[in-house]
């Protein structure tokens, strides 16, 4: 699922520089398996480091939003890593740090509606001669209200069993509820497949994702 997003302009910052440019032909993607091997961008940072992206876009995102790709240091073919297809991201230069949202479809809108989040930040610049990364759960995402958590808390008890496409709604819900605080909500994700039955398929993935997600944010806390 994925994000809702300000457009920041930034002083001082052109587009181009804020959000990177396409292939000037003077980087070159390394040649590996999970690359695609084309340059899509190149991300100019302060410093005089450039960095390109080897990788997919998705097609007439606005801003521009990537997927499988492989980020590498121009002219020294340092590989900063893989990020793959599961997840989508939308990348920018602030000064010199490169800047990785990465975006995730939660039910944070009216009426649980899905809305386009930041799930975290991962930030990549370099110290001494080193590469340093790190990541950020985004703890602004909005948060349920008491009597959202109860509707999705009532949804949970009086659904039937067997997984299906408003049975993974229900997850996804009782997933914000939990990063909401509801210790209940907490449980009853945890609980939800001896009650819905083991998902499998799309819904497996999306559960164990979520699963991990949900890890990732209580480490975060």
Known sequence: MKHLFLIIIFSGLSV???FGQNNNGNCHCPDIQQANLNTDT???????????????????SKPVKHTEFVLSVCAEDTILGFWGAINTYQLKVINDTLILNQLQNLPTGKNFELQETIWSTEKIYFQSQKTVRT????KEIRKYSQSEI????EAYETAKGGFDDSKIE???QLFMAAISGDKK????FREC?????TPDGAYAEEYNY???MLKQWKIKD
């Open 135 to 138: 990541i950020e759960v985004n």
């Open 193 to 197: 497949k001896n009650k819905f039955g």
């Open 16 to 18: 181009d520089a804020a």
């Open 170 to 172: 229900i997850v996804y």
């Open 210 to 212: 979520l699963t991990a």
């Open 42 to 60: 190149i991300f100019h940072l302060d410093n005089g480091i450039n960095i390109a992206l080897c990788g997919f876009r998705i097609p007439d």
């Open 185 to 188: 909500a907490n449980y009853y």
């Open 150 to 153: 109860q509707k999705v808390n």
